[in-house]
T-cell receptor
Framework: GAGVSQSPSNKVTEKGKDVELRCDPI?????LYWYRQSLGQGLEFLIY????????KSGLPSDRFSAERTGGSVSTLTIQRTQQEDSAVYLC?????????????FGSGTRLTVV | AQSVTQPDIHITVSEGASLELRCNYS??????LFWYVQSPGQGLQLLLK??????LVQGIKGFEAEFKRSQSSFNLRKPSVHWSDAAEYFC??????????FGDGTTLTVKP
């Protein structure tokens, strides 16, 4: 597609429920990233996929968070047993270069609210 | 570990005035440096990037940034600000295994 597409754009969920956030990167972009942006905060790195390599999961805040990338394209971020502190905007980005050295193209994000 | 500091949380300038947003980074080698802009409800858009070569880089929307290795800085500038430039601006440093580290952002308000 023309840009990075994220769905849903907004998600309200009850505490304890599981949620799935989807990211469809730009076709041909081998690198895909998930970041989290809490209110008034900068961007917190979550996970990084590069081609067929094992993902860098070093930023995932707990084992309730997981992500996968199927066929080197679409990625899903799953949060299990959501907590109120998970409320944030989840941003997906993709990059043509393997090291992100060209910079990222971001999606518009998914705003997650846990009530 | 790489890190980025944006000392100014909020800046207000008058329309037509010049702008400088500060960014200081920490990185062991030659960094990849980026500035992004985020309008309300949107994702981030890349304004410009630096890796090597000319230390003054030009970006989109009339922005430029200057890399100063001695000061570990990469400040963003614009000679004349337009009301549409009101947004949040993020500086980022990359190069560590492909991940970029972002500053906490500077919110720009433009007065008419």
């Amino acid at each position: 597609g023309a840009g990075v597409s994220q769905s849903p754009s907004n998600k309200v969920t009850e505490k304890g429920k599981d949620v799935e956030l989807r990211c469809d990167p730009i076709s041909g972009h081998t690198a895909l990233y998930w970041y989290r942006q809490s209110l008034g905060q900068g961007l917190e790195f979550l996970i990084y996929f590069q081609g067929n390599s094992a993902p860098d999961k070093s930023g995932l805040p707990s084992d309730r968070f997981s992500a996968e990338r199927t066929g080197g394209s679409v990625s899903t971020l799953t949060i299990q047993r959501t907590q109120q502190e998970d409320s944030a905007v989840y941003l997906c980005a993709s990059s043509l270069s393997s090291q992100g050295t060209n910079g990222y193209t971001f999606g518009s994000g998914t705003r997650l609210t846990v009530v | 570990a790489q890190s980025v500091t944006q000392p100014d949380i909020h800046i207000t300038v008058s329309e037509g005035a010049s702008l400088e947003l500060r960014c200081n980074y920490s990185y062991g080698a030659t960094p990849y440096l980026f500035w992004y802009v985020q309008s309300p409800g949107q994702g981030l858009q890349l304004l410009l990037k630096y890796f090597s070569g000319d230390t003054l880089v030009q970006g989109i929307k009339g922005f430029e940034a200057e890399f100063k290795r001695s000061q570990s800085s990469f400040n963003l500038r614009k000679p004349s600000v337009h009301w549409s430039d009101a947004a949040e601006y993020f500086c980022a440093v990359g190069g560590d295994a492909g991940k970029s580290t972002f500053g906490d952002g500077t919110t720009l308000t433009v007065k008419p």
